[in-house]
């Protein structure tokens, strides 16, 4: 996707990817800190049940978000 925005002869494409590699391994590192910051207050198995249940509501609403293609009918 990102690559879909950036023209093929731009100048600094490798400096974007770059970036947004350095973004992407932010967040995993912040979201480290911040589980090991919950399991110490709450627990391990307090933390389990929260992962599980924001899992369950993201099914939840990816699954409402999904369209059912309706049958079209071809009249040959």
């Given amino acids: ?12 494409r490798g400096r974007i990817f770059a ?4 973004l992407w391994q ?3 590192l912040i979201s480290l800190l911040l589980g090991g910051l ?4 709450l627990g391990i198995q307090s933390v389990y049940y929260l ?3 924001l899992l369950l509501l993201a099914a939840g609403l ?6 059912t293609a ?7």
């Fill in 1 to 12: 996707m990102l690559q879909a925005h950036i023209p093929e002869h731009a100048r600094g």
């Fill in 19 to 22: 970036s947004f590699d350095v």
């Fill in 26 to 28: 932010l967040g995993r």
């Fill in 38 to 41: 919950l399991t110490a207050w």
């Fill in 51 to 53: 992962g599980g249940g």
């Fill in 62 to 67: 990816g699954w409402s978000g999904l369209r």
């Fill in 70 to 76: 309706s049958p079209t009918s071809n009249p040959a």
